[in-house]
């Protein structure tokens, strides 16, 4: 099946840094991607939509000068949380749709964040 | 309301037991569903498909009753790898996906 990478797979950082996370698809090309965050025994609640070529999407509630996404090409979306604090600290996922199948979306393993 | 409501769980069954979810959704107009399952700390894999007509992967029954909207996930025969967390997924048509907030599922020995 499609697979789609992300990195780091885990990182701590102290507050007030900045943290960029990278989702790649392997394999084919994703003109969308999206970012989901998952706090603990909570279900994933979509941040936003990522598009490649054009801004992304924000759900209501996700900060948009807060949470940084770029789709600069169509196997790579970056999420940059900036300015972190510890209540930003969480399960970040992204998933990736296969054009080739219109309904399939491929996770990345996920990176957890750790604000100090 | 939540767009996808499932079952709190946690579900603790003895090998060899059949455990059913239930889910239910909000939004008549939502396309295609899914259940997937997602193990601690790792990313969410697909498990199957739901279709209307009702669907079966080995041990897994999947059903959907679109009058009543709502999903179900049967799986006969519980192993000790079936423990995991069973999240019902819906795809309202806006292309990304509406997840419910998981039944876990341990089974024990």
């Known amino acids: 099946g499609a697979v789609v990478s992300q990195h780091p797979s885990w990182v701590i950082c102290k507050s007030g840094t900045s943290v960029k996370i990278e989702c790649r698809s392997l394999?084919?090309?994703?003109?969308?991607m999206f970012w989901y965050r998952q706090f603990p025994k909570q279900s994933l609640m979509l941040m936003a939509t990522?598009?490649?070529?054009?801004?992304?999407?924000?759900e209501q509630g996700v900060e948009k000068d807060k949470f940084l996404i770029n789709h600069a090409s169509l196997t790579l979306s970056t999420l940059t949380v900036t300015s972190a604090h510890p209540e930003d600290s969480s399960f970040y996922i992204c998933?990736?749709?296969?054009?080739?199948?219109?309904?399939?979306?491929?996770f990345g393993p996920g990176t957890r964040l750790t604000v100090l | 309301r939540k767009e996808v409501e499932q079952d709190p769980g946690p579900f603790n069954v003895p090998e060899g037991a059949t455990v059913a979810f239930n889910c239910t959704y909000s939004?008549?107009?939502?396309?295609?569903f899914f259940w997937y399952r997602q193990d601690c700390r790792k990313e969410p894999k697909l498990l199957m498909s739901?279709?209307?007509s009702g669907n079966e992967d080995g041990r897994f029954t999947a059903q959907l009753n679109r009058a009543s909207q709502y999903i179900s996930l049967l799986i006969r025969d519980s192993k000790l790898s079936d423990s995991a967390t069973y999240l019902c997924?819906?795809?309202?048509?806006?292309?990304?996906?509406?997840f419910g907030s998981g039944t876990r599922l341990q089974v024990q020995p």
């Open positions: 997924v819906v795809n309202t048509g806006r292309r990304a996906l509406t």
């Open positions: 394999d084919f090309q994703a003109t969308t």
């Open positions: 739901v279709y209307s």
């Open positions: 939004n008549s107009a939502s396309q295609s």
């Open positions: 998933s990736a749709r296969d054009l080739g199948i219109a309904d399939t979306q491929y």
């Open positions: 990522s598009n490649e070529g054009s801004k992304a999407t924000y």
